[in-house]
């Protein structure tokens, strides 16, 4: 096999242009009359537009019905995200996968309504802005179970996050990044059984920790226009388990921040600068 083309000065674009091909080919194939052919001319223009950037990957299969082409294209998705998000950053990537979404969704929605709804349903989670990683102990020590959320609101009651995870004895972070475009000073209400923190640019502003049933703590700070970090450490000692978050920025009744001013911090942030991307995409 010849080694595959080096990358041209225009990879982001040629990378845009793949995904793009990719997700008309799942809009496509999700769509049990549409035709398969159709799905497979957008496959290969999307392997097409890799292979320009040197993503190295495997020619379509001959003859290959609707089932075939949808493992392609998954197998196709994960080498193009993998490229992207080293190049681009985990940051830009949540942001331009977003726009493809509402791409899909256009279609889906003039196409069939309830089947947008029950192909686009599973991404919600995926898309949210808050990273949750929790840990089988209540000190966060263990290997941690990473997910994205659209906020934070969990009743578990006596059951466990995890199906391998402990009922009680479990712990949890939930990171987001704030994006401010004036100075506010926003009241943050934090409920809890058992403990809970809110750390704001790693200030503590909402102390709810300890041992206890279900308790009501807030506080408040002034944020500067700009980007800062938000997290949200939990952890369950014994009974019942629930934490959740609301803010007011207005003066009103406290509710769950608006996923409008909220970026996902990426998979692995910089532990020393959560939001650094973010605040590096906003400011482009």
């Given at each position: ?35 398969a052919e159709r799905a497979r001319g957008h496959l290969e223009a999307a ?180 980007v800062h970090h938000l997290r949200v450490e939990y952890f369950e000692h ?35 600068a959560p939001c650094a991307e973010v605040a590096a995409a906003s400011a482009?």
């Amino acid at each position: 096999m010849t080694d595959p083309p080096a990358p041209s000065s225009d990879a982001p674009s040629s990378l845009d242009r793949a995904w793009d091909e990719l997700a008309a080919a799942d809009a496509i194939l999700v769509c049990a009359t549409a035709s398969a052919e159709r799905a497979r001319g957008h496959l290969e223009a999307a392997r097409e537009a890799a292979l320009a950037d040197g993503i190295d990957v495997p020619a379509l299969p001959a003859d290959a019905d609707r089932r075939a082409l949808i493992a392609a294209a998954r197998e196709l998705a994960e080498r193009i995200e993998a490229e992207r998000r080293r190049r681009l950053g985990p940051a830009l990537v949540g942001l331009r996968r977003r726009r493809v979404l509402r791409r899909i969704a256009v279609f889906l929605a003039w196409s069939s309504p309830i089947l947008a709804y029950a192909v686009l349903r599973p991404f919600t989670w995926r898309e949210g802005p808050w990273r949750g990683a929790f840990y089988p102990a209540k000190n966060f020590e263990g290997e941690p179970k990473v997910r994205r959320y659209s906020d934070v609101a969990f009743k578990w009651k006596e059951a466990a996050p995890f199906k391998t995870f402990p009922e009680d004895g479990f712990s949890a972070r939930f990171d987001t990044c704030v994006v401010l475009d004036e100075e506010v000073e926003p009241v943050f209400r934090l409920s809890s059984d058992d403990g809970s923190r809110l750390f704001v640019d790693g200030l503590l502003v909402v102390d709810n920790w300890g041992s206890h049933p279900l308790r009501v703590r807030s506080g408040s700070i002034a944020l500067e226009p700009g980007v800062h970090h938000l997290r949200v450490e939990y952890f369950e000692h014994t009974g019942p388990a629930e934490v959740e978050l609301d803010a007011s920025f207005d003066g009103d009744r406290p509710r769950a921040i608006p996923a409008r001013i909220l970026r996902y911090p990426g998979d692995e942030p910089d532990p020393e600068a959560p939001c650094a991307e973010v605040a590096a995409a906003s400011a482009d």
